[in-house]
Each structure stands twice: as structure tokens, then as C-alpha cells.
């Protein structure tokens, strides 16, 4: 069987102090042409130190969210025909030496969708946080029947003829849960994986009352919308 190839999407805002790092990290796995960084309209130097680390570039002139973000990075790599797309932070939370678990996994031929599980060990996660995520979790697993361990991480493997088929519309953070509501719709298998939780001094910027709202609307749009 060849080989499965691999591009990355990094989607960055105000990103400059790690993206670096996080790219020559990627490129340790997948090759440094094949790493794609969509700047979302940063205000600092994101995109240059990106540009000069070796990644490909995608520029949103204005900042318009992780959703959008994430799904202009995949219409620009899926144009590569890479097998599998994995996405991660760009602020240092998501350690790209997990990338060959992901590949692993994925070489199994088992999943068209593999996340990352941070739940394991939950020691080092912020208690809001920590409790946004088992909430979340626990809903999205009543509604499915399945058994999801972390609907929340951005640290994910996508099959690309899988996210081919999805109907991904969000423009925030809700995507992480979007896509997971796609897979189960599809009827597409989702595997894990076990990475650490990394939490530094960075800035969050998920806005906890309007991402709630925002995942409350995807969440009831389960009930009645049409295949």
C-alpha cells in the first residue's frame, strides 16, 4: 500500500512569538512545502516570521474567526491532493511531535477522522475550560451515541476525501464541534489519540458566552436538519 501524504493547517492569529517554532516542528513530519499557515488577520508579524520559516501562506485581511480560517486552509490544501490534512494551534498548546501518533492511526485505514484527547489527564487545563469541554462532550455523546473523549481539541487528522463530503460552515471555534457532528452524520469513523495538555501564557481568545451560544445553535440544528 504507498504511503498516505500529509499537508498541515495552521490557522494563526496574532501568532508571531510561536508559529516558528510550530512550523519547524510540523516539518520534522510533513514536508516544510506542504504546511500551510492562514494568517487571520494578525496584527503583529504572524504571517512574515511564517513566510520566512518556510510555510505556504494564506492572508485574511480581516481577523474573521478559526471556522473561516480553517476552512480557507482546507479548500488551499486539499488543491496539494494530500490523503489526509491534520490541523493544530499555532500558539504552542498542540506539540507537533504528536504528529506521527496521528499518522499512525491513520495508517490503520480504520478512521476518516482522528483527534487528539486531552482528557486523560486534565491536571494542567483551566478549570472553565476543564468544565466547557466534559459539558460538551457529555452532550455531544447523548446525542450521537457515540463515544467521543475530547470535542474540543483542535489538534485533529481529517481524511480528505472524507472532509470533501462535509458541510462546514462555521466561522469560530464551534467548527471543532461542527465537524464532529459532520463525521457522525456522515457516518464517518472517529478515532484518538492521547496528547498533553499545554496550556502557556497565551492569550485566549475564544469568547465563552458567545461560543456557548454559538454551540447551543449547532447542537439543536442536530435535531432538525435534513440529511
Same mark, same amino acid.
Given at each position: 500500500?504507498?504511503?498516505?501524504?500529509?499537508?498541515? *493547517?495552521?490557522?494563526?492569529?496574532?501568532?508571531?512569538?510561536?508559529?516558528?517554532?510550530?512550523?519547524?516542528? @510540523?516539518?520534522?513530519?510533513?514536508?516544510?512545502?506542504?504546511?500551510?499557515?492562514?494568517?487571520?488577520?494578525?496584527?503583529?508579524?504572524?504571517?512574515?516570521?511564517?513566510?520566512?520559516?518556510?510555510?505556504?501562506?494564506?492572508?485574511?485581511?480581516?481577523?474573521?474567526?478559526?471556522?473561516?480560517?480553517? !476552512?480557507?486552509?482546507? *479548500?488551499?490544501?486539499?488543491?496539494?491532493?494530500?490523503?489526509?490534512?491534520? @490541523?493544530?494551534?499555532?500558539?504552542?498548546?498542540?506539540?507537533?511531535?504528536?504528529?506521527?501518533?496521528?499518522?499512525?492511526?491513520?495508517?490503520?485505514? /480504520?478512521?476518516? *477522522?482522528?483527534?487528539?484527547?486531552?482528557?486523560?489527564?486534565?491536571?494542567?487545563?483551566?478549570?472553565?475550560?476543564?468544565?466547557?469541554?466534559?459539558?460538551?462532550?457529555?452532550?455531544?455523546?447523548? !446525542?450521537?451515541?457515540?463515544?467521543?473523549?475530547?470535542? /474540543? @481539541?483542535?489538534? !485533529?487528522?481529517?481524511?480528505?476525501?472524507?472532509?470533501?463530503?462535509?458541510?462546514?460552515?462555521?466561522?469560530?471555534?464551534?467548527?471543532?464541534?461542527?465537524?464532529?457532528?459532520?463525521?457522525? !452524520?456522515?457516518?464517518?469513523?472517529?478515532?484518538?489519540?492521547?496528547?498533553?495538555?499545554?496550556?502557556?501564557?497565551?492569550?485566549?481568545?475564544?469568547?465563552?458566552?458567545?461560543?456557548?451560544?454559538?454551540?447551543?445553535?449547532?447542537?439543536?440544528?442536530?435535531?432538525?436538519?435534513?440529511?
Amino acid at each position: 500500500m504507498a504511503e498516505l501524504t500529509w499537508a498541515v *493547517v495552521i490557522p494563526a492569529f496574532n501568532a508571531a512569538a510561536n508559529i516558528a517554532t510550530v512550523i519547524q516542528g @510540523c516539518s520534522r513530519h510533513i514536508p516544510l512545502d506542504r504546511i500551510l499557515v492562514v494568517d487571520d488577520g494578525s496584527e503583529d508579524k504572524t504571517a512574515d516570521i511564517a513566510e520566512k520559516a518556510g510555510a505556504q501562506i494564506v492572508i485574511q485581511a480581516v481577523n474573521s474567526g478559526k471556522g473561516r480560517a480553517l !476552512r480557507t486552509g482546507f *479548500v488551499a490544501a486539499s488543491a496539494w491532493h494530500p490523503d489526509w490534512i491534520i @490541523c493544530l494551534d499555532a500558539d504552542g498548546q498542540h506539540d507537533p511531535e504528536n504528529i506521527p501518533d496521528f499518522q499512525a492511526a491513520a495508517s490503520t485505514g /480504520q478512521y476518516g *477522522v482522528i483527534i487528539g484527547n486531552r482528557l486523560a489527564d486534565t491536571s494542567s487545563m483551566p478549570p472553565m475550560r476543564r468544565f466547557s469541554n466534559s459539558f460538551s462532550t457529555r452532550l455531544l455523546n447523548w !446525542r450521537t451515541r457515540l463515544k467521543l473523549l475530547d470535542a /474540543q @481539541c483542535g489538534y !485533529r487528522a481529517i481524511r480528505v476525501s472524507d472532509l470533501a463530503k462535509m458541510r462546514l460552515q462555521s466561522e469560530s471555534y464551534e467548527i471543532e464541534v461542527e465537524l464532529i457532528l459532520e463525521a457522525w !452524520r456522515l457516518g464517518i469513523k472517529i478515532g484518538w489519540t492521547p496528547i498533553p495538555t499545554v496550556y502557556q501564557d497565551e492569550i485566549s481568545y475564544l469568547k465563552k458566552l458567545p461560543e456557548t451560544l454559538r454551540f447551543l445553535k449547532l447542537y439543536l440544528r442536530t435535531f432538525y436538519a435534513s440529511e
